[in-house]
């Protein structure tokens, strides 16, 4: 098989990489079922090209790519050396047409000349492939329009077998502790969410017994409502996300109609129907391929209450969670590794939360040592695993910390100067 690389223009700094979710399911996860098949992959970050030799690969892929002096370097090289290149999206960030659209922009992280000007740097990179891979076919109409010459394929966003770690819990225990739980991610989800707040707000006044949880940077309105049944939960590690989509009684998925949403991947479903959890989700195309009834497609408030309510009775919230479950599975790479939780702990423990990334990254100053530790006996007495616990839960705590404020805020006060100041503002206001 080729040896092939991943480069990935993503906005975080090398030792954040790990953090976006894009580059772990466009590249990452990847890379792991191209070497659990026996072939080679890495994967690195654009300001890494100088540690690595490209003329030693076969293929090399270039997710999300910026146009840069290092995109211009990567596509002489691959000229030279006559090594295959491709681009890869999972998102439309490639229209200035549609920048009004962008979730950047509708969230108020970018001002709508910020939002065209990204996209044409990212339009400007893409003129410079002929071949396209993306994780949607809506994706794929939207580049072919931006760029008809380009041979674009669709490869669907999939999940390795190690999240699959966490057996999932019993209906039951679900039905006991009702949580509704959303997981944003980003900002950027503030005005997906803000569509839905007041139907929430209401259904949470209506069933007490019922609680909110939204995990993620997300900043809402928590006085419009009940306050002992709404909670907001930072970042966690994605390792950390199987254990709370685990125990929540369903999850959302409320996107925006636009173009952008409609591109997106239906990854919202599979990360919590692995877990038996069922997904009330706006209408995304990519999802139509997991239909069961543990999956609910709609805007219409009326149908997501009935869902809702549907789910209380414990014969069919047995049924959902059994076919999303089953459904969900379509999205497992097949030929990926189910890591035992001792070398998780081991890993995470000796190499950091990133561990995983340090495997398939040679530019990675742990890199060595990752290649080394894999190979270890995981039969682990009791005692030591608690040590490796705690380790663990360290340095994921680092990994989390926020970095570079002053470099982000900077980036903010370029980016939409409004929102900069506004939010300066309401800090010294609530101190």
């Known amino acids: ?7 990935s223009f993503s906005k975080r700094e090398p030792d954040r990489l790990y953090l976006d979710a894009s580059v772990r399911y ?5 890379a792991e079922a191209v070497n659990a098949s026996g072939g080679a992959a890495h994967c690195i970050h654009h300001k890494q090209i100088r540690k690595v030799i490209l003329s030693k690969y076969d293929k090399i892929i270039c997710h999300r790519p910026r146009y840069t002096q290092a995109l211009k370097r990567i596509v002489a090289t691959c000229k030279k050396h006559k090594i295959s290149l491709q681009c890869d999206w999972d998102d439309l960030l490639f229209s200035p047409t549609h920048a009004d659209q962008s979730p950047a922009y509708l969230s108020g992280q970018l001002t709508l000349s910020s939002s065209k000007q990204e996209a044409e740097n990212y339009f400007k ?12 076919q809506a994706l794929r109409d939207e580049l072919i329009k931006a760029h008809p010459k380009c041979e674009t394929e669709v490869i669907p966003n999939r999940l390795p077998k190690r999240w699959l770690s966490t057996q999932p819990l019993y209906s039951n225990k679900k039905l006991k ?4 739980r959303y997981f944003p991610g980003t900002a950027h989800h503030k005005s997906n969410f803000e569509q839905i707040s007041d139907f929430l707000a209401k259904y949470l006044k209506k069933h007490p017994d019922i609680k909110l949880e939204i995990v993620g940077t997300l ?17 966690v590690l994605y390792e950390d996300l199987p254990n709370i989509i685990n125990q929540s009684w ?22 919590s129907g692995l877990f038996a959890v069922p997904v009330i989700s706006s209408p995304n195309p990519d999802m139509d391929r997991f239909e069961n009834i543990g999956l609910l497609q709609s805007n219409d408030f009326n149908e997501w209450e009935d869902f809702l309510d549907k789910l209380h009775d414990a014969d069919f919230y047995q049924q959902a969670c059994n076919q999303a479950y089953e459904a969900a599975k379509k999205a497992v790479f097949d030929n990926t590794p189910k890591y035992l939780e001792e070398y998780i702990l081991n890993m995470t423990s000796n190499i950091g939360a990133d561990w995983s990334l340090a495997l398939i990254n040679p530019a990675h100053p742990k890199y060595k040592e990752a290649m080394k530790l894999a190979k270890f006996n995981t039969d682990i007495p009791e005692i030591e695993k608690i040590k490796l616990k705690r380790l663990s839960n360290r340095n994921t705590s680092i990994y989390l910390q ?4 002053r470099l982000r805020k900077l980036r903010k006060l370029k980016n939409n100067p409004r929102l900069f100041f506004k939010d300066m503002i309401k800090n010294i206001l609530s101190r």
């Open 1 to 7: 098989m080729a040896n092939i690389l991943f480069i």
């Open 26 to 30: 466009r590249c990452i996860f990847p």
């Open 125 to 136: 990179a893409l003129t410079l492939f002929d071949h396209a891979t993306v994780s949607t």
């Open 177 to 180: 502790n009702k949580i509704i």
């Open 219 to 235: 900043n809402i309105d928590s006085g419009k409502f009940p306050e002992s049944q709404v909670q907001t939960t930072p970042n």
């Open 250 to 271: 369903v999850t959302i998925s409320p996107l925006e109609n636009t173009i952008f949403n409609k591109c997106k991947s239906g990854l919202k479903f599979w990360e």
């Open 402 to 405: 926020v970095k570079q404020k």
